[in-house]
């Protein structure tokens, strides 16, 4: 996030904890009274849900009340006003997430209202993914949950930014979709070296290009590249949290088709928080 100006109305503190989800970043923070302005970068889309019954600030001339989620996409110009402490979930995916039926507009905040029903079960599923991903749990353990964890906030968020009649979920055409996102991962899970283009994949799962793509997009919410690149990155991840003495961080990489060591250590700290060789550092540790 990118701002111009920052003023401090008192005393200052600033909590935040974090988790990387296929996907997503979830970010619980708790702030102190503050004014901001100035751009900011929401990444692919960035939701925003209040985590107490007593949310005060107002965004770009908007009250914005403790039963309003509230939805961003691309660069949003920001003008935040905290009277008082606040605590607040911050989940940032990687992709628009456009597919999901939620607000399409980019460029600007949006606020929904939701019931007390919705938001609790939102605001359970986001402490369950922190509470999870803080348990004494070996990281290889935490991957396999990740993604159930993730579809679990996914489904959660459908129902605040979503009319049910409106959610792909009970089509039939999405249940294709699915069983075909199915064969998809089960194919790049068993051919974790080679690279995956989207004409191969296509004659390999009987499909064209676009159905593919079309597939992961309803399921994921994410551009087939995108979807495995992250899967990817998770398999790398838990190989590295094994902290095998045989293994280093460059054939962990290779093995899962990662050829440019740079580009990998960029996007394993964006997606994760730290580097491929601190994860292997701290599992050799523990």
Known sequence: MELERYALLGPYFYGRAITALPGMLLMLEQTSPRNLSGMMNAMGCTVV????????????????SSSEIGLLRKEVLVDLREPSP??????????????????????????????GEHLSRLQHAIRNALA???????????????????HELIDALDDVLTPRSARPSGSRAFEGYRKLVSKLDDFAHSHPEIPLYSEALARELGTSVRTLQLAVQAVHGASLHQHLRSKRLWCLRAQLAKGKPATSVSSAAFANGF???GELSQLYKVTFGELPSETLLRSRSA
């Open 259 to 261: 050829t440019h060591m």
């Open 132 to 150: 999870l991903s803080s348990a004494p749990m070996h990281h290889q353990q935490f991957a396999f949950a990740a993604e159930s964890l993730r």
């Open 49 to 64: 849900v209040p985590m107490s019954n007593e949310t005060h600030a107002v965004f770009n001339g908007s009250t914005w």
């Open 86 to 115: 606040n605590t607040f979930a911050v989940i940032r995916f990687s992709s628009d997430m456009q597919n999901r039926g939620w607000n399409e507009s980019e460029g600007r905040l949006h606020l929904h209202n939701t019931s």
